[in-house]
C-alpha cells in the first residue's frame, strides 16, 4: 500500500549523527505538546511529550525543546540509528471554551543513511 | 499485553455497502478516539468518546457513525461508503482525556471504496 511517507518533506541523515526535527504550531493557547513516531505499516507511537510551562525535556536518546515565542517545537534524536527510520509527527493541544482539541501536524519523514 | 487492536487491517469494499471497523482497547481507558490519515493531510480525528455512552464529532464525522456501549470497544460504521472514504484508520485510546495523556494507536485499518 501507499507509505504515509510519501509526499512529506524528508531528512535524511548519516547513521550516529544527531537528527533535528523542527515543528511549527498553529495555537498559542496550546499548552500540551506530544512528538509521535509512525514506521510504516504502523500506527503512531507516542515519543516524548512537554507542557507548555517547560522549554525542554529529555528522554532516552530524545530531547523535545519548545520555543513558545515563535511556536517552534524540536525533536532532537541522539546518535541516529536505522530504526530512527520512520514519519515523525508533533501534535499539540488546546482547550477551546469547554472543547479540547488536539491537532496533529502532517509529519516529516527521517531517513537514517547506513 | 496492553494494546489497541483494530478489525479488519485491510478491506476492500464497493460504494454503499456498508461496513464496521472494530476497535478495542485492553488498558482500561476511558478515552477512544478515531482517526483518518491521507497523504498530505495527516491525522484528522473523525470522532472521538470520553466515556460510554458519550461520543463527539471530530474534524471530519461526515458519513462516519460511532458507538460506546461499553469501555472496551469503539466501532467505526459507515453506513454508506464512497470512495472519498478511502484512507488508513486509526484508533486511538487514552487513559482520561487524550489532550493531555498520551494515546495509543492501533496498528490502522486500510480501507478501499471502489
Known amino acids: 500500500g501507499e507509505s504515509v511517507g510519501l509526499h512529506l518533506p524528508t531528512l535524511s541523515v548519516q547513521e550516529g549523527d544527531n537528527s533535528i526535527i523542527n515543528c511549527a504550531y498553529s495555537n498559542s493557547a496550546s499548552d500540551y505538546f506530544i512528538w509521535y513516531k509512525q514506521e510504516s505499516g504502523k500506527g503512531p507511537q507516542f515519543i516524548i511529550d512537554i507542557r507548555s510551562n517547560m522549554d525542554k525535556r529529555q528522554g532516552q536518546r530524545v530531547t523535545v525543546l519548545l520555543n513558545k515565542t515563535v511556536k517552534h517545537l524540536s525533536l532532537q534524536i541522539a546518535a541516529t540509528q536505522p530504526g530512527d527510520s520512520a514519519v515523525y509527527f508533533c501534535a499539540e493541544s488546546y482547550h477551546t471554551g469547554a472543547n479540547s482539541k488536539l491537532t496533529f501536524g502532517k509529519g516529516i519523514t527521517l531517513s537514517v543513511r547506513p | 499485553e496492553a494494546q489497541v487492536t483494530q478489525n479488519p487491517r485491510y478491506l476492500i469494499t464497493v460504494t454503499g455497502k456498508k461496513l464496521t471497523v472494530t476497535c478495542s482497547q485492553n488498558?482500561?481507558?476511558?478515552?477512544m478516539s478515531w482517526y483518518r490519515q491521507d497523504p498530505g493531510l495527516g491525522l484528522r480525528q473523525i470522532y472521538y468518546s470520553m466515556n460510554v455512552e458519550v461520543t463527539d464529532k471530530g474534524d471530519v464525522p461526515e458519513g462516519y457513525k460511532v458507538s460506546r456501549k461499553e469501555k472496551r470497544n469503539f466501532p467505526l460504521i459507515l453506513e454508506s461508503p464512497s470512495p472519498n472514504q478511502t484512507s488508513l484508520y486509526f484508533c486511538?485510546?487514552?487513559?482520561?482525556?487524550?489532550?493531555?495523556?498520551?494515546?495509543?494507536f492501533g496498528p490502522g485499518t486500510r480501507l478501499t471504496v471502489l
Open positions: 488498558m482500561n481507558h476511558e478515552y
Open positions: 486511538a485510546s487514552s487513559l482520561l482525556s487524550g489532550l493531555t495523556d498520551t494515546q495509543y
